[in-house]
């Protein structure tokens, strides 16, 4: 068996484009990419999934080209189009081995006697037509060093519901210095990583990372841990799944050495594609200091947008004044620090930066707080003319734009010191008696009755005292001022 292997290696190594994508296309395979892609493509097939079925279509594509080659070989050709090493080529084939033949052929093909009608202008090569292939969206948190494996279909070996897609890759030397020399973003987690993306088979559009059910990875001979499912508190809704980047990188050997990865997945209608790429990771911070440095809109160019936004519409009867924006932020009730939005929102309020990167570092979403629509990295602006007021305005938390582009604070409304219209209420004894002069009445010795109120009972207590005084009151010889207030409960003035 081992030597069967070798010997379908080697047939493999001899093939064109052409036979690698017949090949490939036996079997259900991605026939998209380059020839080293796909001979790698075929390579991991051979390793890994070698049927009968298999070796006897390498065979037959190996005999097929080689019949064809010798019968080329055998016709007369002139002399001015085979050159003494075209000879020496030909004559080799019989005796060299598979891989000679290999070396052979890519590099001494004699393309004048081969394509000469196509070089004398008599003809031209077919155009390629390029199939469309597999994108995946940019993640704002992840910078893509290098493409390990472009977008694969995952595709089913046979009709059970669970199937296991092989993969083997090699890190270059300049890879692995890259992983080994980056910090780290937290013990054991390097910021330059080697991940796995999922994504649906769908060519129309970017796709976004998108795990198949029953998951697994498994990376040489241990598991990879996948992002599990966020709880659902609402009856009748099912949880849902972040499906992020998976890191491979703390699994992998660091080394020249092959590695194998394995993505276990459920088979259930739907067609996935796998790719690997070395990225490195972001934080919020950095990504902060990047929008700081490209992102910041000059202060003159908002404010024409917001005379833009405040110009007179002929067809409306109501003309727009101003239009108020809050210096808080949305997200976390506190002022603003640095203020930014997307450009294609239609508002003028703003979302604090530094608090939207944190947020969607831990939890991508992306969605702007203020009109719930769609906010990405690369369309964030910050707005330098109400940084600019921000660092005018610190005694306001809100402001109006006016129609000329100009700017006033809004300040909130102190409380109105009033004068009292009714005989003030004394918080404590300062008279024996409890009697203070009053300008709009007399009582004993020229000065007016007020009721003494103890705040530190509740309402019961005052009630229980008030019922013992009026008790108190009939017992008593003479008439009694009576402790009764003037004031409703409640509308105690303390002016």
């Known amino acids: ?26 079997v259900g395979r991605s026939k998209s990419g380059l020839k080293h892609e796909l001979v790698t493509r075929a390579l991991q097939l051979v390793q890994f999934d070698c049927s009968p079925e298999v070796f006897k279509k390498i065979k037959e594509l190996y005999e097929t080209r080689y019949a064809k080659k010798s019968s080329e070989v055998a016709q007369p050709q002139p002399q001015q189009h085979r050159s003494p090493e075209a000879l020496s080529i030909h004559s080799s084939y019989d005796r060299g081995s598979t891989v000679a033949r290999t070396s052979i052929s890519t590099t001494n093909i004699d393309y004048p006697a081969l394509y000469g009608k196509y070089l004398n202008g008599l003809g ?51 890879q692995v210095e890259l992983i080994r020399n980056s910090r780290e973003l937290q013990p054991g987690v390097k910021s ?69 990865i394995t993505v276990t997945w459920g088979n259930y209608g739907k067609s996935y594609s796998v790719g690997l790429y070395l990225v490195r990771q972001m934080t919020s911070a950095e990504l902060l200091q990047r929008l700081k440095t490209i992102g910041i809109k000059h202060p003159e160019l908002c404010k024409a947008l917001v005379k833009e936004k405040l110009r ?39 979302f604090d930066a530094v608090f939207y990167l944190q947020m969607n570092e831990k939890k991508p979403t992306w969605m702007c707080p203020v009109c719930d629509k769609p906010a990405p990295y690369d369309q964030l602006i910050i707005d330098g003319l109400l940084s600019k007021i921000l660092t005018e305005c610190e005694d306001a938390d809100e402001i109006e734009y006016l129609v000329d582009g100009s700017w006033c604070p809004i300040r909130a409304e102190k409380e109105r010191s009033c004068s009292p219209q009714c005989p003030i209420l004394v918080l404590g004894s300062s008279d024996v008696n409890g009697l203070l002069p009053t300008p709009n009445g007399n009582g004993e010795n020229g000065k007016a009755t007020a009721d003494v109120v103890d705040l530190t009972l509740d309402s019961s207590s005052s009630e229980e005292e008030e019922e013992e005084d009026e008790e108190d009151d009939d017992d008593d010889e003479g008439p009694q001022p ?4 003037s004031y409703e409960k409640g509308l105690v003035s303390a002016c």
């Open 124 to 174: 031209r090569l077919p155009p390629k037509v390029a199939k469309p292939e597999v994108r995946l969206v940019k993640l704002p948190f992840y910078t893509t060093l290098d493409e390990l494996l472009k977008p694969t279909e995952l595709v089913p070996q046979n009709n059970e519901k669970l199937q296991e897609s092989p993969c083997i890759f090699a890190l270059t030397p300049r």
């Open 482 to 485: 009576k402790r009764r207030c």
């Open 192 to 260: 330059v990583q080697v991940v796995l993306r999922i994504c649906y088979t769908d060519t129309s559009s970017p796709q976004e990372d998108q795990y198949p059910p029953n998951i697994a990875v498994k990376v040489n001979h241990s598991y990879c841990s996948v992002p599990g499912y966020y709880p659902s508190n609402k009856p009748g809704v099912e949880p849902k799944r972040p499906c992020r980047p998976i890191n491979l990188t703390h699994l992998m050997y660091l080394s020249a050495a092959t590695n194998r």
């Open 1 to 26: 068996m081992a030597a069967e292997l070798v010997e379908a290696k080697n047939m493999v190594m001899s093939f064109r484009v052409s036979d690698l994508q017949m090949l490939l296309g036996f």
């Open 312 to 350: 007179l519409d002929p067809d409306s009867e109501i003309a727009t004044t101003g239009v108020r924006v809050s210096l808080i932020c949305p997200l976390v009730k506190m002022r603003l620090s640095v203020p930014c939005r997307a450009e294609t929102c239609a508002h003028l309020q703003c």
